[in-house]
């Protein structure tokens, strides 16, 4: 037993780290020492405190839906 496993995200170094978050073997090139989290979580962490995709989703769908129905009693006429 040389060798305890490979990297489970490039699956082509040998994995020296482990992650905090999720407890994924990963090697250097996907292991963030400050943070302590592999490359995907890493990814997570960082994508979702910048995109913030439900903020900015949420008011804008109902944004079109309240401009819609504002639209239609003017031009009907029947
Ligand atoms: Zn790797
Ligand atoms: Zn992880």
Not at 32 to 44: K, P, V
């Amino acid at each position: 037993m040389s060798v305890s496993g490979l990297c489970q995200i490039c699956e082509a170094k040998e994995g020296r780290f482990t992650c905090d978050n999720c407890g994924a073997f990963v090697c250097e090139d996907h292991y963030d020492r400050t943070e302590g989290l592999c490359a995907d979580c890493l990814r997570l962490v960082r994508g979702g405190d910048e995109d913030r995709p439900g903020g900015r989703d949420g008011p804008d769908t109902a944004d079109g839906e309240d401009d819609v129905g504002d639209g239609d009693p003017g031009p009907v006429s029947d």
